[in-house]
């Protein structure tokens, strides 16, 4: 069974539960839209913990010192290992991007550059200074939100005041931080995080365990093809996205990706989607995740019955400096209306090394030019994984990112059930669905008055942001019929609800003229605006709530499936026909 991917690195635990303690629900919590000194008026709204102390003339950024667990230090890194480094610059005005999200507003990107991003002067303050520390290959991406530059370790840990360890960690050397980065004073408010000063935080493919077809796993084997999942989620008189251009989020070499789609589109009975490859960044050999990017293309696809484009953006590595390229060209380019990314980690990772910073900036951008990203929302349960197996509900009691960033829509698994002629019978939450509260991020105030009461402050609302936003069909036993390498196979967790919810979002656009622009108002509103349907028996029974089946019955660990949004669906599952007559009115 195919599942989110995962952090390679597994940190200190212990460390990591401390350094969370102060965003915790039981601590003291800033107030709402405050931000860490390093980020003041940045596109997150973070709970965090003090910043570290500056040096003398230098000011901080959100990038914080790695500890890595059940790893061996071997020493400094080698002062002329070849490093590139990503700086993430500062919004100008984010509130008012956050402004024009709420209320609809498109931006584009010259009217972004023109009121949103950094200035042509504090990107020539930034240049200057990488180019007179001795930085080469210095390139600023057309939104001046990231600057890369490349130099040696040593011309690094001088420019940003940091130490650059080695390190064995299970049977592989990677480096790591092992203090803050900083910045001259003179860069302070401009800079917000430096990325590639770790490749110890990254995402991974994860080993597939396919049931049925062509596999020796022994289960309970209800697969779906494109066609039966448009009749068990009802897709009815929805038309194709044939309007609508999706991306998914890869990595290394996908020229295997298309051949694999043409062969399941000729299997299936789909017309050829038109598809394409962008690079970013330096080419990769690495096929490992190519069975991830199977699944992402055909199941975002095949749910959307055609596209006006499939773009499959290949970035380097699953690093987060090489993720926030990607985002970015993602974002800069505005191609596609709506993304994939199923993958994702503990979120203390992008918090400690400042990616979460950056990510949450670019896809703020990409949300206020009305493009929505789906992201899958973890496959262990109310946990993030340190070492757990993929499907097992364990690991650190952690929501995953970038699920869990204010602009991304998180999407949790189900078990779907369907009756012979493959019409909906029910679905529960799948146990090992990803969900929960964030510890660093605030809620959205699309999710305000949605989500459940705090039970530990007398009923407050919660101010953090919950986890996911809605659910598909996950468990492995009702997986998806996917072609891998021209063998058809059936692959499930959350990197099938994501795409899957992304094919549904890609019909509704294109019914709506593309107008819906960022998902996650729209699913809120119309979910707010319902009033709840008498329960329908199942097995497993469900009710219809605003365009969703919610999902009544199942749990993923620390939460359970209960009437209304929960942590572990969400607002539910599409009915697409009842999302379709009611979303954008």
Known sequence: MRMTKRIGATFAVAGMLAATACAGHGGSLPPIGSQSPASSGAATSRAVSAAAAAPSGWAPTGTQALQLANASDRGALAASTPLTVRLGLQLRNADGLKAAVAGGTRVDPSAFDAQYAPTPAQVAAVTAYLRGQGFTNIAVEPNNLLVSADATSAIVQKAFDTTLHAFTQQNTNVFANTSPAFVPQSLSGIVVAVLGLNNAVKVRAAPITPCGIGSGATCVRFDYNPSTFWKTYDVGSTPAGSNTSVAVMAEGDVSSVIGDLRVAESHFGLPQVPASVVRVGLASPDVAGVDEWDLDTQASSGMAGALKHLYIYAT???????????????????????????FGGCEFGPY?????????????????????????????????????????????????????????????????????????EGELAWNAGGGGVSQFEYSPYWQQGVQPSNPSAAGAPVSLRGLPDIAMDADPNTGADVYVGGALTVIGGTSLSSPLAAGVYARLQSAHDNALGLGSPAFYKIYSQATPGAPVAGPPPTRAYGGFHDILTGGNGAYSALPGFDYTTGLGTFDVSATNATIGK
Request: proline content about 5%; charged content about 10%.
């Open 316 to 342: 380097t590595s699953l690093t987060d400096s090489d993720i926030a390229l990607e985002y970015n060209k993602w974002v800069t380019q505005d191609l596609a209306q709506i993304g994939n990314s199923s």
């Open 352 to 424: 400690l090394d400042g990616s979460m910073l950056v990510d949450d900036e670019i896809l703020l951008q990409g949300a206020a030019q009305g493009q929505t990203m789906f992201a899958s929302s973890g496959d262990t349960g109310s946990f993030c994984s340190v070492g757990t197996p993929n499907g097992v509900p364990a690991g650190a009691p952690l929501v995953e990112y970038p699920a869990a960033s204010p602009y991304v829509v998180a999407v949790g698994g189900t078990t779907l059930l369907s009756n012979a002629d493959a019409s909906y």
